[in-house]
């Protein structure tokens, strides 16, 4: 997407959040967790996420043929601690899709489900991609963020401001099924862009997810605290080679067609 684009949306997304829901439900308990000390921004690269998939169905990001996501997706804003560790349900609050009706089309193309399986919730039942991520994260992210609204709108801008395919592409680091990419070189082209440097996980050498780290009021920090060499300090499990790449995305298919399952037989 050009980032004229981008920002369009972007600006669309501003004007929304002065209009919110009249709906949207204060978030006011920890439920005894402490407060935590940083966001992590996790987004998804569908090139390798989409290269598992084996089923399909209308909730799969994977499966949209010509409108699969071709670009770094949305996993979550998760409230982290210093320590490595993170709060998790923090209320009673039960996701509403409703409270960001508004935001359905931005959501569904800059954070899809990226799988046919349900996801747990924080009260023992299964639910969308976006009911697990607010259960379990967002309701952690006050007093910073107060409601389900703000929590998916905040990500959303954030999203949106550090671009993270648009700073690779820039660099030269495209999705190539053939080309092996330096790791310092993605971490360096990141940390010129937002100073700060990211934290990347792989499978295998393939790079899976890419987080950026915030202080509370959003401005970039480092994902990882102390002396650690730049290449050790991409994951705790160290799951990244030194070369990687960025498989291009494409639309799971079967014998040419759109292969479409029930969410009860997804890996």
């Excluded at 669309?12 to 009249?22: E, G, M, R, S």
């Excluded at 987004?43 to 670009?71: A, D, E, F, I």
């Excluded at 330096?182 to 100073?195: D, K, M, Q, R, T």
Aim: hydrophobic share 35%.
């Amino acid at each position: 997407m050009p980032p004229s684009t981008s920002w369009l949306v972007l600006a669309i997304l501003v004007l929304a959040a002065a209009t919110p829901p009249a709906r949207a439900t204060l978030v006011a308990s920890l439920d005894g967790q402490r407060e935590f000390d940083y966001f992590a921004l996790a987004l998804q690269w569908p090139g390798t996420y989409c290269k598992r998939t084996r089923h399909c169905c209308p909730s799969n990001g994977c499966c949209r043929g010509s409108n699969s996501p071709t670009v770094f997706t949305i996993h979550g804003l998760w409230p982290d601690y210093n320590d490595g560790t993170w709060p998790a349900c923090c209320s009673r609050s039960i996701f509403d899709p409703k409270e960001i009706s508004t935001l359905t089309n931005a959501l569904e193309q800059y954070w899809p489900s990226l799988s046919c399986s349900s996801s747990s919730t924080c009260h023992g039942g299964k639910g969308s991609f976006w009911a697990h991520e607010w259960e379990k994260h967002g309701t952690c992210s006050y007093p910073v963020i107060r409601n389900e609204y703000d929590y998916f709108l905040t990500t959303l801008n954030v999203y949106f401001k550090y671009n993270v395919t648009s700073v690779l592409n820039d660099a030269g680091y495209v999705p190539s099924n053939t080309e092996m990419y330096p790791l310092g070189g993605i971490i360096s082209a990141i940390e010129n862009a937002f100073h700060a440097s990211p934290l990347i996980v792989c499978s295998k050498d393939s790079i899976e997810e890419l987080r950026l780290c915030f202080y509370k009021d959003f401005k970039p920090r480092d994902c990882v605290i102390g002396s650690d060499i730049k290449i050790d300090m991409v994951t705790s499990k160290g799951s990244c080679p030194k070369y990687v790449s960025l498989p291009e995305p494409v639309s799971v298919r079967r014998n040419g067609l759109q292969s479409w399952v029930s969410d009860d037989a997804a890996l």
